[in-house]
């Protein structure tokens, strides 16, 4: 009698979590999504009127289809991505062959270049290749006079977003593909080769069309990720006015007086033509026709280049200098020289010519440190408050048979197909309308950013929970724990380095956001982000490559340190398990 009462009382207790996860995720992601449907349908401003059903209608969509606006925005949004998505294609795609299959020297060191730009945060990159890029004043156009050549570069045009979209985008590619590499079977290349077919033609016949599910999807995911993404367009676009879906969007909520419908319209545009590249990246990664991974061992296979292994080791170099060096030089440069115009290359290294004149000025900026302060707070509350979620929705999907986890996992994993940018409208159709909401607060960006990076924390978090066996679960249930219990003394030690993982980057991710920061902001919560793009977009590239640098330092510092937390995690966890 009491097993019955006892296991009752389990589905009840079961029934009430997962209706409590079911209504966190319903308030985190359905509700602003529904706001937004209903702004794009409505033609009533949430400041003025409030939220309303009134007069609801698709006029807002069909003045958008006909705006030439919107078309030229979205073929020039199609152009950048498309031509960016090519590049990263290319650029990760032959990293990870030298990595991966041929001898190359310090693999090592060109596997770590590849995956560099990932912590770039986008708005920084796209300031530093508007200092190297400038048509006037930029650092490569002077470095090519200084050296006689009459070549001329300008990164404020289609080719130059169309070249920063690729080469800070290739690592998603690259860590598809070589992943896909290190799996494949080599005997089928050999196979190919024992047949008369040279390298050159193994390579594009054999090896390449194997892993093309994983080219793809790497493509659709770079795809994906540059088209919400807004610190590039704004910087390297606005001086020209070529706008992108995203820019475009942030545009229409400035006008006076702001155009939130037609706003929200067009960011469900950009929500379904995400979601749909999303969907297709869904089908090529289930797809089981290109299964190239057998039961039995293998060792990838490494082809030796003979003297050309020094030829794909500086192209390794090449793209390290091009990711890295050169736009942290740019940044150095304008942040410590008093005056960006230089005449030629020796006034360059001209001492007289630097100061700390521009870090002075930005921490003379009350506005900087209140950032700062911002930007660390909200990074906290989403790091602390998300990975719980984060965790509890992993655990329940992972480690348990609960009726409703397969909504959980649908409803948690939505937000990958909405942009940031959108993410941003959307919350803000949610709160600003209703009195004494979360409008203003700190709160609020916070909340959008944990519904944001939902998908990939649940996902960082799935791997560590998918490594511990349920026999020690198990051990613990027949020694009379129960599932608060196993979790606290079982499952959260062991999967303590994924935990400290997974919140560094919701951390990492929450300070370096700036699509949905640009429409929850106010005042008295800006974050570093926003605070950097006003300060570029006030024409004062000294101060802007300046905070560049803090921002940059500060997350360098908290990464490394997160690293060592999470090695100190992983040591003791090995202890325990032993």
């Known amino acids: 009698m009491r097993s019955v009462s006892g296991g009752r009382r389990g589905r009840v207790g079961a029934g009430l979590w997962v209706s409590l996860l079911l209504a966190i995720l319903g308030f985190l992601v359905i509700y602003p999504i529904l706001m937004l449907l209903l702004g794009a349908l409505t033609d009533t401003n949430p400041v003025v009127d409030g939220i309303s059903l009134s007069h609801l209608s698709v006029t807002n969509f069909l003045t958008v289809l006909a705006n030439p606006n919107v078309a030229e925005a979205l073929a020039n949004t199609l152009i950048a991505c498309g031509g960016g998505t090519l590049i990263a294609v290319a650029v990760g795609l032959l990293f990870s062959w030298i990595v991966v299959r041929t001898n190359t020297p310090c693999k090592g060191f060109i596997a770590a270049a590849s995956i560099l730009p990932l912590f770039a945060p986008p708005l920084v990159a796209g300031v530093a290749w508007a200092i190297l890029g400038s048509p006037k004043t930029g650092l490569i156009n002077t470095m090519f006079k200084w050296v006689g050549l009459d070549w001329r570069v300008d990164f404020y045009s289609m080719w130059g977003l169309v070249f920063v979209f690729g080469i800070y985008y290739a690592p998603y590619v690259y860590m598809f593909t070589s992943s896909a590499l290190r799996n494949m079977d080599p005997s089928l290349e050999e196979a190919a080769e024992i047949s008369g077919a040279s390298a050159f033609a193994t390579l594009f016949s054999v090896t390449f069309p194997l892993i093309m599910p994983a080219i793809i999807s790497g493509m659709l995911l770079s795809f994906i990720v540059m088209l919400g993404i807004y610190g590039i367009p704004a910087v390297l676009g606005a001086p020209t006015n ?145 990975g719980a979620l984060a965790f509890a929705i992993g655990y329940t999907i992972h480690r348990t048979q609960v009726m409703g986890r397969r909504w959980i996992d649908v409803i948690s994993t939505l937000p990958v197909a909405i942009p940031g940018l959108v993410v941003g409208v959307a919350y803000l159709w949610a709160w600003i309308g209703i009195p004494a909401g979360l409008y203003g607060t700190i709160w609020i960006l916070a909340l959008a950013f944990i519904a944001r990076f939902m998908p990939d924390t649940v996902k960082s978090l799935s791997t560590s929970f998918l490594q511990i066996h349920r026999e020690l679960e198990e051990a613990a249930w027949v020694c009379g724990k129960g599932v608060l219990g196993t979790i606290r003394t079982i499952v959260l030690p062991l999967a303590r380095p994924g935990v400290i993982a997974s919140m560094t980057l919701l951390f990492v991710l929450a300070i370096r956001e700036l699509g949905s920061s640009l429409f929850l902001y106010t005042s008295n919560t800006m974050v570093m982000s926003v605070l950097l793009l006003d300060y570029y977009e006030g024409g004062n590239l000294g101060k802007t490559a300046a905070f560049s640098l803090v921002q940059t330092v500060l997350l360098g510092v908290l990464i490394g340190g997160a690293n060592w937390l999470s090695r100190g995690a992983a040591q003791s966890s090995v202890a325990r398990t032993g």
């Open 242 to 386: 070529l706008a992108v879906l995203t820019t475009y969007i942030f545009k229409l909520t400035n006008w006076s007086p702001p155009l939130y419908n037609t706003a929200a319209a067009v960011a469900i545009i950009l929500m379904v033509v995400t979601g749909l590249l999303v969907f297709l990246q869904h089908k090529v990664l289930s797809g089981r026709s290109y299964t190239t991974v057998a039961g039995k061992a293998f060792r990838p296979r490494s082809l030796d280049l003979g003297r050309w292994r020094w030829f794909t080791f500086g192209l390794g170099i090449v793209y390290l200098l091009v990711v890295v060096v050169l736009p942290l030089f740019a940044l150095i440069v304008a942040a410590f020289r008093k005056f960006m115009f230089i005449r030629d290359v020796s006034s360059l290294f001209d001492a007289r010519q630097y100061s700390l004149m521009h870090f002075e000025s930005i921490f003379d900026n009350p506005l900087t440190m209140r950032s700062i302060y911002n930007a660390v707070e909200v990074g906290l509350i989403t790091a602390v408050v998300g």
